[in-house]
């Protein structure tokens, strides 16, 4: 099944594809699409998980324009023609 990733504003971390579409298992979750990602971008994963396998909170992970962390965070299934944007965390004031 497709889905589609946009990764905004990731510069720092040398992403290579910004725009991706990638072809993932049936029971894919966050974690399994967080992997595929790293394949096309080498050290992803290590920037979005903290140490405990998590979502680091300095990511915001959306899926269809709904908060990860607010779903199942890591376990959190993916359906076919779902969108998923990555945004740094921002704030300040």
Known sequence: MNIDVRLNLLGVLGIKQSELTLDT???ATAAI???LIDQHNPGFAAALTNDDGGLSP????FINGRNAVHLDGMRTRLNAGDVVNVIPAIAGG
């Open 25 to 27: 298992p049936p029971d």
């Open 33 to 35: 699409l967080i992997r």
């Open 58 to 61: 300095q990511f915001v992970f």
